[in-house]
């Protein structure tokens, strides 16, 4: 632990590697979550990671697949969604865009996005959210833009550079981590070394835990001009009908 | 002014319009900019607009075209960026993605992203973004999520909802505002009694205000682990070569 | 059928709906791909299609998840999209992007693109491809241009205006075809009676009809310089090292 | 010339190159742009290629900028692509997304595209468009779809692998054919040996050469189903209001 940082203990982090591939332990973005929660366990956060594939997530835009007789683990992933200070999805790059399972459990933390917090915001006000993208060629900032915006649109602060990647050069190549590629042994894992992916994941990993602790101090968002029942009284929007020019 | 709000005295916000609108009286995206910014200004916040076509904004990922015996306004913005707490980026939308220009003045912030601020982050830690998007028939979202993504990536914070937008039903139809559309008078001006467009302005007003004070209070985000003297010392992605799977 | 309009019959096309609701006579987007199938029907095409969620689809970039012990019908659909000249990709919009399940669908058609057609090309090529996207506030063309580039990317041609889709004005609303808003029946049924989407829905029927007899007659395309066995014999880009500027 | 290629005589083939840098002696998308041009130029298609930044071009969804009293060569770039079978956009990458100028030549495109063609088609029909991009580190595949949707939605048709790029691994690093990095030697130019660039360049060259003598040869898209005079006598998308679910 550093210590001239904050002190980060009770934070808790959540990450869900949302992989398409069966077996986690064949996943290379894993490697690079395993960085960033790395970073955060040792400044005294509370970190859990999830592998999506590892549980039953059911299609649609629902809360609770148990609801249309679908098995269904998301509620006990969306507790522990609810408990996190911090949330941040790692998917891998396919044809320049997240993964189908990154995608559906975006989908459903959507589906909760509607209920609102004890002060009458949306749910994940006052949560921050990151993510971690790799590929062997190409889409870190597409992959990036799609997903947080996605948490920022459902109430998630997104702090500066709160994405992490890497990819090789363009073209098939190693994945992150391959120690091998195409039968020949590479000189060095591909990308642990990477400096810029390994300071960006450092950036990242502290920006959050900075956003968090901050948004934690402050009781979250204070709830003046950002709830269903209060923003008309607070507004400018709709006072006034403009003159048309 | 809401009495029951925090005090936002002391907080500047700068709007910049990227209509490609030669005359700016036309600009749609401009009255739904003027209700975000009379949010803000209720609330004792100092506000200051550019509209960039009243610019001369030179191309190249430069900081001063004059360097290049070019004509460029992008210092004097540049200033004002810099000065302000808060930047709001406002665009139409052509073809499902933000204006020429909107890309143009973000290519010039990202210019000079790489400079630092007195802590040695990037400059424009500490400040936060938000984004205006109004089109005839789609794509706020994807707008959003590409400006958004900008601003978090060169080092603002982004807030929850932090975008607000307009379009019309699928198809060719009035602009944000427009009085009549194919020589009819409309019942209202389109879109500036749409509640969700309102109430997006204002929950993006009033969490893009709430954010820029935290942060100010705070004084910016704590310089450990984001800066790019420090980060390896506090990192532990560098750390370790994982042992290959 | 047109009597002026060439003669579509022996075309195939398959059309797969990525709805994400389990009970697919609740699909909204199934209206509007049925316009599209009406279209191609009334010229002879044979029209197939497919409710992606009544198929159990594996995770994974995989040819056939039996090979892993996984329920698996993609071999049987991947079949009929091989059968196919025509393949229209239909999903909802949710966050502003494609179903969880259409970007499933689309992983699984890139896990085979790999694979080469008698002359030697990429599997897709002679096919071309279209999309149906509906949602009740943003997002047509963002979705679009993400599923088009995917099967371009893979091998497909791409017809002028080969997508089509229905939203409304921003903000909650009916979603395509519904009859009823809260609890209030609408005096027409949403967007069916949409010009535009319909016109595009038109477009995009012809088009790919026209684009689809036009390579079937042409026997596909041409393998010269588009193999992965000839293409070093047939191209500048590799024979001159250019000297540097 | 290749024998066994079709004759590819007699077709005219425009490239736009959209850096962003004044000088075009220093764009390194020039050199991959350069690559395409010779695999068409071997087999005797017509290529010019025009340098937006050295033309004056005006903002606004205008056809020409002097009925605004603006300079504006848009009207001679709009004859060049008019008068060419095949057109090639290429950018550069900046944040993940393209240029600003390329964004505004295709703003430009798009301001006639409501135009018709002698057969009351939309301008471009029976056009076929490609894109190039380079960057040192991301973002081909999210620009690719952003320049091919925009094209394909404005008339153009997309042949297979429409799209060609190169970049580095994550982070800086040297740009396309750079023969240096910060002050060292490079063992070889960078990315010009990239088999995978240069194949997806040949790919690209020769699908988008077989499609326009295909769309040639056929006399473009026949005028049915596909005109705005004509479409509602050809579709069944209008005619019947399905009885709702």
Known sequence: MNNDAPNFRGLKALFI???????????????LID????????QGVEVEQLYALDHRIAFGMIKDGADEGLDDDCPMI?????????????????????????????????A??????EKGQ?????????????????????CAMDILYALQHIGYTIPPQADC??????????????????????????????????RNATFMGWNLMHAAKMLKDNDGFPAVGNTGADWQHVTNAKSENPEYR
């Not at 960085?35 to 955060?40: G, L």
């Not at 969604?81 to 998917?91: R, W």
């Not at 790059?93 to 399972?101: N, P, R, Y």
């Not at 990819?167 to 990308?191: H, N, V």
């Open 165 to 198: 990647g890497w990819i090789g050069e363009a073209g098939p190549g190693p994945s992150y981590g391959d120690t091998e590629w195409k039968g020949e042994k590479l000189p060095a894992p591909a990308g642990l070394d990477n400096d810029f992916t390994n």
């Open 78 to 110: 969306q507790q522990k969604v609810m408990e996190a200070d911090i949330l941040v999805i790692g998917t891998p790059i396919w044809l320049g865009v997240k993964s189908s399972i990154a995608t559906q459990v975006i989908e459903r933390l959507y």
């Open 17 to 31: 590697n949302c992989s398409i591939k069966k077996d986690k332990s064949k996943s290379h973005t894993q490697l």
């Open 122 to 142: 949306y749910l994940y006000y006052g949560k921050v959210g990151g993510c971690v993208i790799t590929g062997n060629e190409d889409g870190i900032k597409h």
């Open 35 to 42: 960085k960033t929660v790395s970073i955060m366990a040792a």
């Open 112 to 117: 909760y996005s509607g209920d609102t917090n």
